[in-house]
């Protein structure tokens, strides 16, 4: 029998928001965080973080990130 070769799923979350400050990671309004999405994986939640840092480098107090929910979800197996 052969094994197939599934890709073992890990799952980040990419979002982002106006922050108060340079200095902390406090957001300016909660209410208008834009959560980009869940993917499943890291190189895949990578470009979609790129793509929305890039649309706003204007912006200084935008920031996005990337939450590796796989981690939260199953810790003792990372």
Avoid: C
């Amino acid at each position: 029998m052969a094994q197939e070769s599934v890709k073992k799923q890990r799952l980040h979350l990419v979002f982002g928001g106006e922050l108060t400050t340079l200095t902390n990671v406090q957001f300016r309004d909660l209410d208008k965080l834009d959560i980009v999405g869940i993917f499943p994986d890291y190189e895949s939640a990578l470009a979609a973080w790129k793509a929305k840092a890039q649309m706003t480098v204007d912006n200084a107090h935008m920031r996005y990130f990337i939450v590796h929910m796989h981690r939260l979800l199953d810790p003792e197996n990372d």
